[in-house]
């Protein structure tokens, strides 16, 4: 049986649990909402299910065996395998949550700002309907290429082991996780256009920490920010999108104003995503 979206991204990025336990299952192209385990309100995407873009229209097919390409793929791997047991393993570890408001507060620091529910709720809601959005769009590449990962090919633990089973039945190509956390650079770059720099930084290191996890290829994580930026791309035609980017906006300039800035432990943070990228 054909694994639906929305099964594929509860299995392969974690993508809000309690929806993937209560959720009937929907065409491969039916718009569906998610419930948030921080709230009893549904969550929901910005784009109709007509209007999220076509990964499998979109994407190459992912490096045969034997291609140059896949040789890539395997340096990189042997480079990030390196990790395990490093403070860059231990945030790979807290990358791979996407669940709210730790999903979000992954770009405290770039942002400079303190992210909670009681602080920044718009910028939260902002961040739970793009989530909807990107990490949808990879359901068709996904299911087209079921691309095996690399812990399958080299034997070698991954970051979150208890997820190990359902990653085994999903397809590697490309990186949910990588297109939900360009999705979010993207888009936070226009809430806080003075720290573009840094948030797509920590955007892309977020991509890579699928690296470290050993869960994906850099290929996929590459082809996961191409399937980001075509749905950012296309939020922009949504009313209500823009509106929450402009409320989103005025909610951090006003912490700003006020001299708040983030609580997080950014020179940890930095000394090991800067260890290996």
């Not at 209560?22 to 039916?30: D, I």
């Not at 082991?161 to 990186?175: F, T, V």
Request: glycine fraction near 6%; hydrophobic fraction near 40%.
């Amino acid at each position: 049986m054909h694994k639906t979206i929305l099964q594929t991204l509860c299995i392969g990025a974690g993508l809000m649990l309690a929806a993937c336990a209560n959720t009937p299952p929907p065409n491969a192209r039916q718009s569906a909402g998610q419930t948030d385990p921080t709230t009893a309100a549904p969550t929901t995407g910005y784009l109709s299910a007509a209007a999220i873009p076509s990964s499998a229209s979109l994407l190459p097919a992912p490096p045969s065996p034997g291609s140059a390409a896949m040789a890539r793929d395997e340096e990189i791997n042997r480079s990030a395998l390196a990790m395990n047991g490093t403070p860059r393993w231990e945030w790979a570890i807290r990358d791979s949550v996407l669940t709210f408001p730790a999903a979000a507060k992954t770009f405290s620091c770039a942002m400079n700002i303190p992210v909670s529910e009681d602080r920044t709720p718009r910028l939260i809601a902002l961040l739970r309907r793009t989530l909807v959005d990107a990490g949808r769009a990879t359901g068709e590449a996904k299911q087209l290429y079921m691309r095996t990962r690399p812990f399958v090919v080299n034997g070698k633990p991954i970051c979150t082991p208890d997820r190990e089973a359902g990653l085994r039945r999903d397809g590697s190509y490309p990186s949910g996780h990588s297109s939900v956390g360009w999705a979010f650079g993207l888009v936070l770059s226009e809430v806080s256009p003075q720290q573009t720099n840094a948030i797509l930084a920590r955007a892309r290191a977020f991509g890579q920490s699928r690296l470290v996890c050993n869960v994906h290829w850099q290929s996929d994580v590459e082809e996961g920010r191409m399937v980001a930026t075509a749905v950012v791309a296309q939020l922009h035609s949504e009313p209500a999108f823009r509106d929450d980017i402009a409320a989103a906006r005025v909610e951090v300039e006003a912490l700003r104003a006020q001299g708040l800035t983030t609580d997080g432990n950014c020179e940890a943070e930095t000394q090991a995503l800067n260890s290996w990228k």
